[in-house]
């Protein structure tokens, strides 16, 4: 046997014109739970097991109730200066009476939360006298204060964990390094401060300058070899005392012309422990 489709068209009741102008008014429409094969869930299964390590999870995803009221308004998209509190209060009641399913302990601010939500949305429903209209404020606007407050918050902290953090991020690393004994070697000397030496000792040679009458030839090689027996012992010797004023400016000369030579031919080692300090030779050649 068939039977004809019903027309619901013609079976649906007339409605009243205020009626259908209400029903007109688009609804909001709930997020889904999740999406399976393309359906939306919107109520968890009763059947649905849930490990205990998942159920911390769901706990952590909100740090109070701001947050779990902030999530459920950007979570539609919804204006946080216009909140409709009836449809929040609801989902937000859901949410803990989820938790109280679940066999979840909640903090006490979770249900003080409800019962503000609570509160406020009783105080939007109940008539006010007409002269008292447009006098009391917007029971929302505590709420909405503390939500902004909050999310100005919560942005600024996620602004700061973005930064790098040590120990997280990076690392810091300490190398030891151990004391070595520093060898202090004496500056090299200054072919001034060697003229300066020289001025020295022939200031002094003029004092004892005195007319020869027959002068010998003097060999820069000859007072090398001089020079290298003077101070052979490996000790170091003034510069002045390898002098012999009496030779006069000539032989002081030489003298100095020597001690370059062999300086030039690593021959002698010349320091000086500071500038305008006294200058010492030590013979280099006593080890061959």
């Known amino acids: 046997m068939t039977t004809s489709p019903m027309n619901t068209q013609a079976a649906s009741p007339e409605l009243p014109e205020g009626a259908a102008i209400f029903a007109a008014q688009p609804q909001q429409q709930e997020m889904p739970l999740a999406i399976v094969r393309g359906q939306p869930v919107l109520q968890m299964p009763q059947d649905l097991y849930i490990p205990p390590d998942a159920l911390e999870v769901i706990l952590e995803a909100f740090e109070g109730p701001l947050d779990l009221l902030l999530y459920l308004i950007r979570r539609q998209n919804l204006d946080i200066l216009d909140i409709p509190i009836a449809e929040i209060t609801r989902q937000y009641v859901d949410y803990i009476e989820l938790m109280h399913e679940l066999r ?36 929302r606007a505590e709420l909405v204060r503390r939500l902004q ?112 030579e062999l300086a030039k031919e690593l021959l002698v080692e010349i320091t000086q422990t500071e500038p305008l300090a006294p200058i010492y030779l030590k013979s280099l050649a006593i080890a061959g």
């Open 149 to 260: 407050e909050y999310e100005r918050f919560k942005k600024a902290a996620e602004d700061i964990d973005a930064l790098p953090h040590q120990e997280r991020d990076f690392a810091l690393v300490s190398v030891f390094v151990p004391d070595k004994a520093v060898v202090r070697l004496p500056p090299p000397v200054d072919l001034r401060e060697l003229l300066l030496a020289l001025k020295d000792v022939l200031k002094r040679a003029e004092l004892m300058g005195h007319h020869a009458i027959q002068r010998e030839a003097l060999s820069v090689r000859n007072r090398m070899s001089d020079v290298l027996k003077a101070i052979g012992d490996g000790e170091f010797h003034p510069f002045e005392r390898l002098f012999n004023v009496e030779e006069g400016r000539l032989g002081i000369v030489v003298t100095f012309l020597a001690i370059l």
């Open 104 to 139: 979840l302990e909640l903090a006490a601010e979770y249900l003080v939360m409800a019962a503000i939500l609570a509160e406020i949305k009783s105080r939007l429903l109940l008539p006010r006298p007409p002269a008292e209209e447009g006098l009391e404020d917007d029971p």
